[in-house]
């Protein structure tokens, strides 16, 4: 009885588009997620992607479900997003250089509400609405994956800024004369404390470190940023200076936020910070660096309490509860 | 017949509390104020600034006036403050080193609603709700005149953060091997490029500048950064050293909080901003070295519209009026 409760209660369709793969579910107003399913992405070009996500959808939809159909869709994507008119501004992982006005096109072919946002900023809504947000009205979710990113919560409600593309915390210089970003700056973040900067710095130190264990594994296409860690844990001195010099950068950046914004909690998700090595570090770094008022004021830097796998879902479902007024 | 509506508008009472001065006024709700005065400070103990502040009050109120009695008191202030409860929790500049529920004291006194926030959070509500923080709802009160404060608004709202505290930009970190700053952080940018920082680098530097224009002012006592940027415009060369690093600093700085915030706006109060000098440098600077989106997502970075030496006073009106429900 209690199961079959359960089963009947409304879904929205959450669809969280990667730089790799398409991951579309079903999702419950409390976070359940009774069906998904992975779907592969077309990279090729613009029209492949967006058509990409069509089939998802529309594969996904056909699969039989005896149970409400879905009241609306909510899209999180990587990339710039105009979430007020549901368009698709701007992509560097995925091949959009040109706006495409996807809820419409969306909406138009399956005939339900669509809402689309930053990936970024519908994880940070799934952690105020189903993680450890819920808890506080006034957060910073840190994800430090491939890249590194922010969404700031305050006064619980995210903040989007003028063109939605508040959180750009990758991109926090933190040393003026730094070296060259890709992104056109200097001394960013993200090369030096990223999952993506932390392997591109072990294979550049890989000749001076000639008997460290990561070579192997770098050769092998096996490293990741967690047994850089692991490495250093373990005396290995090429994971030692790569890890250290990541958590020194992350921290210093991470105190200047804190002092900035205020906030009562860091909420930490992505690969690099999953094993829980960095997110300990970082707290003793803060703890020994930081004004003990500051230091104080926040109540704790800690992992994201949602399954890794399917944060940016329940971010997407989010998207979509709220464009029918439920959330 | 219009003077006369004009005069009978309600008034709630400001109170503008600085380091060296209390200003008191009445205010109408658009911002318009009939009637202040100043009133001197004894900052001689915690007991004597609590006194200081209430005898203002008092001798105010004994001024005649016919028109509508205040509604309520807003209290602006320097350092911590707990807006909820309406306690002055601690000030540097002040000798308040336990904290006192002024709010709740007045109340007693003065028989009226009383709500206090720090200094700067005020003068950001006043840009919100009467200056150029009126046309757009996600902007950044950037105030440098002693030191450098910010006030956050997002969604229309100011970020307050978990303890009130947030907008602390001046101890952003802009080097973390760089000098002490008093704050017991390295590399603060408050030392640089606030009003305090540029005479006291001047100063330090004058022994290397012997000639400089700068030294006989200093000597004089009648030295500002106004007269610095002055100097640097006429090739003065201490004051090119010292005005230039406070541009490049607080430059650099700007930039990672634009990247971070995306405001659409940022509006300039106090001293070092008053002559314009370093607002043009400030655009120049981020135009040059901000990434494009960045900077054309922001309209401007523009000198606060409201009276320098009122945009206190108008803060305190408004947490008065916002304390009767009337903002």
Known sequence: MESNMHTEK??????????????????????IVPLSRRYAIDRSSRVS?????????TDFLEIPWSMYPPLAIGVGLPG???????????????????????????????????A????????????????????TRDFIYLNV?????????????LVRGANNCAGEFGHTSVDMNGVACECG????????????????QVRALLPEYPTSCLGKLFKLDQLTASLVFYAANNGDLL?????ERAVRTLGFALINLIILLNPSLIICGGGV?????????????????????VYHSLQGIVLSELKADQVGLLGASILAWKSIGKT
Not at 86 to 112: C, D, H, M, R, Y
Not at 116 to 135: M, P, Q, S
Not at 145 to 157: K, L
Request: some cysteine.
């Open 10 to 31: 409304p879904v929205v369709l959450g669809v969280d588009v990667g730089a790799t793969k398409i991951l579309v579910g079903y999702v419950e107003s409390d976070g």
């Open 185 to 200: 700056g200097h001394g960013c973040l993200e090369p030096i404390a990223s999952g993506g900067g932390i392997l591109a």
């Open 49 to 57: 992607t967006i058509a990409s996500i069509e089939t998802a959808i």
């Open 239 to 243: 994971g030692i200076e790569v890890s």
């Open 116 to 135: 689309l946002d930053n990936d970024v900023h519908a994880a940070t809504l799934a952690e105020l609405h189903l993680g450890a947000g819920r808890k």
């Open 80 to 114: 710039l997003i105009d979430a007020t008119t549901g368009t698709w501004a701007q992509a560097t992982n995925l091949p959009i250089t040109s706006p495409v006005n996807l809820a419409a096109q969306l909406k138009e072919n399956f005939k339900l509400p669509v």
């Open 273 to 293: 910070m999953a094993d829980g090595w960095m997110i300990r570090q970082l707290d003793n770094y803060i703890a020994a660096h930081a004004l003990p008022f």
């Open 145 to 157: 994956g491939t890249g590194i990113s922010t969404g700031i919560v305050f006064n619980g409600q």
